[in-house]
């Protein structure tokens, strides 16, 4: 039963234009989604994050989105480059932490086009 | 600066061995953690150490132990390895255990058994 789901295993977009890469959840006691990114054979690095209390935050040129009463996310990336290329996992957590911890989905491979 | 530094990066051993994947960062965190992620897949929460001293089971904690050495390390340990086992390793520390805090991770140990 898969919590956080990322529909789209893979997306291509050309260089410049704007990448949307979309997350949904089933589970309504998530309240914290983080966005992380990870290149081939290293470890995921933390993108971006988003507090269930707002509906947007934007760090440069990343921006997530919230629709809560949708269970929907998604991040924006304007413009796309060569370096945006790589693994973005989309994942979720409720505040008490714990053994939940973080329920990532399964990731969308980028790639961006030159 | 380091971060998370794993140790080995890869390895293989045969059905029944035992192994023991090593973790360490410099970034004075109080939280460790323990991933796997199998091929497309999302990774999952194998155990965790919100700080010296305690170590709590994740999502998939079946056939795996941990020790938290020090602040500094933190170990996995596969005492009877099996196929089933096959995966990539991140290791993960954090400054709390509180899941929206953004989670560094080590580049993976790449695990396979035959």
């Known amino acids: 039963d898969q919590q956080v789901k990322q529909n789209s295993p893979s997306l291509s977009v050309q260089e410049g234009r704007i990448s949307i890469l979309n997350c949904d959840y089933t589970n309504s006691m998530f309240d914290y989604f983080l966005w992380y990114k990870k290149y081939p054979a290293e470890g995921p690095t933390f993108l971006i994050s988003?507090?269930?209390?707002?509906d947007k935050n934007e760090d440069g040129r990343f921006t997530v989105f919230l629709n809560k009463s949708a269970k929907h996310l998604s991040l924006h990336i304007v413009p796309s480059q060569p370096g945006d290329s790589a693994v973005y996992f989309c994942a979720a957590s409720g505040s008490g932490g714990g053994a939940d911890g973080l329920t990532f989905g399964k990731g969308t491979h980028l790639i961006i086009q030159p | 600066n380091a971060g998370v530094t794993q140790t080995p990066k890869f390895q293989v051993l045969k059905t029944g061995q035992s192994m023991t994947l090593q973790c360490a960062q410099d970034?004075?965190?109080?939280?460790m953690y323990w991933y796997r992620q199998d091929p497309g897949m999302g990774l999952r929460l194998i155990y965790y150490?919100?700080?010296?001293?305690?170590?709590d089971k994740g999502e998939v904690p079946n056939g795996y132990n941990v020790s938290r050495l020090n602040k500094r390390e933190f170990s996995l340990r596969l005492e009877s390895a099996a196929p089933s086992q096959t995966s990539v390793y991140f290791c993960a520390s954090s400054e709390a255990v509180l899941f929206y805090e953004p989670q560094h991770f080590g580049d993976g140990t790449r695990l396979s058994i035959l």
């Open positions: 150490s919100a700080s010296e001293g305690t170590t």
């Open positions: 988003i507090s269930s209390i707002k």
């Open positions: 970034m004075n965190h109080n939280s």
